[in-house]
């Protein structure tokens, strides 16, 4: 059997720890590639099987197989969608995601004809506390860890041994497995797009760190790297209306656009003390309205001005002095410890404001009225998001949502 084997990374590259990272760097779609290989591989190479291992993501490589006939089977990553079922495309690819975090492991049978897959049989290991963990594994994982977890072994910050973080420079505080909190609420974000809190318009796609079982959830301080893993600083600057309702309506597009080649990340920004309604419907530049910010010091929300200034805090990067979370802002100042020098790891900003918490513990009243980008659940003049493409539940729509207008005064019907 020949096996012909086409492979990309990310169209995008990382887009929130600097514009450094991929300096320099062309990212593509992948349709040139396909476009040129599928031949070679089917005409010249004549495989037997054509297999892709793509992290273009789910809806792009879906996108992909349809366009493009002659691809058996794609392993896809990066949106932090699940497939328990394959996604099946009108071309006859295969197409598996097994989500984020390791959660589930695919398991796809092949047989072959002449050209091509005669029949094919696919297991989802669902990976949970059920599975009796590998000692030999268990071993190697406990040896890797120990200087990152309390004991004798750790690295405290000050010894030459001490963990650096490679985007700040800043050092690792205390081992990850601290407790650094307390919560009463499930705390995640990988709600799908038929719930309540969509996770798409949440603001992020990531399974549940942490759950409050019996009581209060512990919130460990490898929790928030979980959460965190770029590295990034926190800054306070200012910005405009404008630039706040551009950076909104720039990431709806990028996340609901019925054109899935023109997306660049996976949900809308959610932000503390902003609240706005969302029109999946309403096309480029029209899915935010109702934008609502309460201004420091205040309970009363007022409509965001786009000619008003603003603090606005977020990731930093020193790599990009004039950004904070990749917006244009003045009057820039980096969060540091007491010392008025010392930077601070953003997962180490979060562990100091739940301890000033009551209790150190997240509760409902902590975090206040949600959700706070509404859809149709909690405003019943809004539009729900569309229904799956395919057989799974589905994060993000995995064909975009089509810009109907007049919506709201009139949603789509159901397919």
Same mark, same amino acid.
Request: overall charge negative; hydrophobic content about 40%.
């Given at each position: 059997?020949?096996?012909?084997?086409?492979?990309?990374?990310?169209?995008?590259?990382?887009?929130?720890?600097?514009?450094?990272?991929t300096?320099?760097?062309?990212?593509?779609?992948?349709?040139?590639?396909?476009?040129?290989?599928?031949?070679?591989?089917?005409?010249?190479?004549?495989?037997?099987?054509?297999?892709?291992?793509?992290?273009?993501g789910?809806?792009n490589?879906?996108r992909?197989?349809?366009?493009?006939?002659?691809?058996?089977?794609?392993?896809?990553s990066?949106?932090?969608?699940?497939?328990p079922?394959?996604?099946?495309?009108?071309?006859?690819?295969?197409?598996?995601?097994?989500?984020?975090?390791?959660?589930?492991?695919?398991e796809?049978e092949?047989?072959?004809?002449?050209?091509g897959?005669?029949?094919?049989?696919?297991?989802?290991h669902?990976?949970?506390?059920?599975?009796?963990?590998?000692?030999t594994?268990?071993?190697?994982?406990?040896?890797?860890?120990?200087t990152?977890?309390s004991?004798?072994?750790?690295?405290?910050?000050?010894? %030459?041994?001490?963990?650096v973080?490679?985007?700040?420079? @800043?050092?690792?505080?205390? =081992?990850? !497995?601290?407790?650094?909190? &307390? *919560?009463?609420?499930?705390?995640?974000?990988?709600n799908?797009?038929?719930?309540?809190?969509?996770?798409?318009?949440?603001?992020?796609?990531h399974?549940?760190?942490?759950?409050p079982?019996?009581?209060?959830?512990?919130?460990?301080?490898?929790?928030?790297?979980?959460?965190i893993?770029?590295?990034p600083?926190?800054?306070k600057?200012?910005?405009?209306?404008?630039?706040v309702?551009?950076?909104?309506?720039?990431?709806?597009?990028?996340?609901?656009?019925?054109?899935?080649?023109?997306?660049?990340?996976g949900?809308?920004?959610?932000?503390?003390?902003?609240?706005?309604?969302?029109?999946?419907?309403?096309?480029?530049?029209?899915? %935010?309205?109702?934008?609502?910010?309460r201004?420091?010091? @205040?309970?009363?929300?007022? =409509?965001? !001005?786009?000619?008003?200034? &603003? *603090?606005?805090?977020?990731?930093?990067?020193?790599?990009?002095?004039?950004?904070?979370?990749?917006?244009?802002?003045?009057?820039?100042?980096?969060?540091t410890?007491?010392?008025?020098?010392?930077?601070?790891?953003?997962?180490?900003?979060?562990?100091?404001?739940?301890?000033?918490?009551?209790?150190q513990?997240?509760?409902?009243?902590?975090?206040?009225p949600?959700?706070?980008?509404?859809?149709?659940?909690?405003?019943?003049?809004?539009?729900?998001?569309?229904?799956p493409?395919?057989?799974?539940?589905?994060?993000?729509?995995?064909?975009?949502?089509?810009?109907?207008?007049?919506?709201?005064?009139?949603?789509?019907?159901?397919?």
């Open positions: 059997m020949k096996v012909g084997i086409l492979a990309f990374t990310t169209d995008r590259g990382p887009q929130v720890v600097g514009t450094n990272i300096q320099g760097i062309c990212f593509t779609k992948g349709d040139a590639e396909v476009t040129a290989f599928i031949p070679i591989l089917r005409n010249v190479e004549h495989v037997d099987l054509l297999v892709m291992v793509s992290e273009l789910l809806a490589n879906i992909l197989a349809e366009a493009h006939p002659g691809i058996d089977v794609i392993l896809s990066d949106m932090h969608e699940r497939t079922a394959p996604v099946v495309t009108s071309t006859g690819t295969v197409i598996v995601e097994e989500g984020d975090g390791g959660t589930m492991i695919g796809l092949i047989k072959l004809k002449s050209y897959i005669k029949e094919w049989t696919w297991t989802a669902i990976i949970n506390s059920t599975i009796a963990e590998n000692p594994i268990a071993a190697k994982v406990a040896e890797v860890r120990k990152f977890v004991g004798p072994d750790f690295c405290q910050p000050t010894e %030459a041994c001490a963990h973080n490679p985007f700040n420079s @800043t050092r690792l505080q205390a =081992p990850i !497995d601290t407790v650094v909190g &307390y *919560t009463t609420i499930p705390l995640h974000r990988a799908f797009s038929n719930e309540p809190m969509p996770a798409v318009i949440e603001g992020s796609s399974e549940a760190p942490v759950a079982d019996g009581g209060p959830g512990l919130i460990t301080l490898a929790d928030l790297y979980n959460f893993p770029i590295g600083l926190i800054a600057g200012t910005v405009s209306g404008a630039a309702k551009s950076q909104i309506e720039s990431a709806a597009d990028g996340a609901l656009n019925p054109n899935v080649s023109l997306w660049t990340g949900w809308l920004f959610n932000f503390a003390g902003l609240t706005m309604d969302v029109n999946p419907y309403g096309g480029t530049n029209g899915r %935010a309205s109702n934008i609502m910010v201004p420091w010091g @205040t309970e009363t929300p007022v =409509p965001l !001005d786009p000619l008003q200034s &603003y *603090t606005y805090a977020s990731y930093f990067y020193a790599s990009d002095p004039t950004l904070v979370n990749r917006t244009p802002a003045t009057n820039i100042t980096v969060v410890d007491i010392d008025g020098v010392t930077l601070l790891d953003g997962t180490e900003v979060v562990a100091r404001y739940l301890q000033l918490l009551p209790n513990t997240v509760t409902a009243d902590v975090l206040g949600l959700p706070r980008n509404r859809l149709a659940a909690s405003n019943p003049s809004l539009c729900p998001l569309p229904p493409s395919f057989v799974n539940p589905e994060i993000q729509p995995l064909r975009g949502v089509p810009v109907v207008p007049g919506i709201p005064v009139l949603c789509p019907p159901s397919p």
